[in-house]
């Protein structure tokens, strides 16, 4: 195993990423700097040394934020918010500093993934109803409004199965032009039971397990990936095939699944334990329980009725 570390460099609300040279592995991908840690180095000094080669500061300290198991490589993210001097790309392409948000713009490696989805997505996520007519604006009405909220969801995966092929086009584009008008900010994942390459204009998709089952191969690194997982071998081929996030449920008794079997926060608890992947608490989890799911490791909580009018 190849331990490397890397740091999180925050200033001013914005995060630090450089772009790897074209020669090298994963040439011109965008990662968070660091390299490998050395013999007889922990991460913080190797990390230390890392930037001062790589971007010219100097740090005094970090703080651990995730470790992430790729193949043979084992990354430790460190976050970094007090450094001296000015980053320069003195051994990459490029250096940008970038809106957390903005981070899913950039493709980075599968390594770096979960670092990059932990700072971009919040921790409010938001599924929709599938749609119950053919009534588009009806539908809106039931879920758009939580947009506005003082603590709006972070992300929002638009469901229309329910619907025939053209409606559920149609659907899907009313309602990312609709929450583009209200939110700038707001990740749209467009809902799916098969794999799909072809996003038109959301920012990733969110597969159901019959869709991840279909998939065998690593994603592209360009698309955001959310999978639906209910137990440890799904959380397992979830990291194979690269995904960034992953919901996990149900937690309780829920009205949309009754014959499914609640695992309870405990069984949450354990599964979630030392995985980089970010993890939404799913199923009987109010909204306003937050905290209490990010006690049990969770990192934030994806919902349904509760974001409901």
Known sequence: MIEVVAGVLHRDGRVLIAKRPAHKRHGGLWEF????IESGEDAHMALVRELREEL???IAASAPLVSVRDGHIALHARRVEVFAGEPQALEHD???????REL??????PVDRPVRARLACGPRWLITPEPEASNCEAWLSRWLPALRLPEPPDLISVRTKSLGETERAHFAAQALAAARRVSSTVILLRHTDHPIS???GFDGAHFSQSAARACTQRRPAAQLLAISTHDSDELDHAERIGADLVCLGPVHSTASHPEATPMGWPAFAALTRNRALPVYALGGVAIDQLPLAQQQGAHGIAAIRSWLR
């Open 198 to 200: 072809e996003l038109h």
């Open 94 to 100: 490029q250096v940008v500093w970038a809106q957390p």
């Open 56 to 58: 010219g500061i100097e």
């Open 33 to 36: 700097p660091g390299g490998k």
């Open 104 to 109: 899913l713009r950039f493709a980075m490696p």
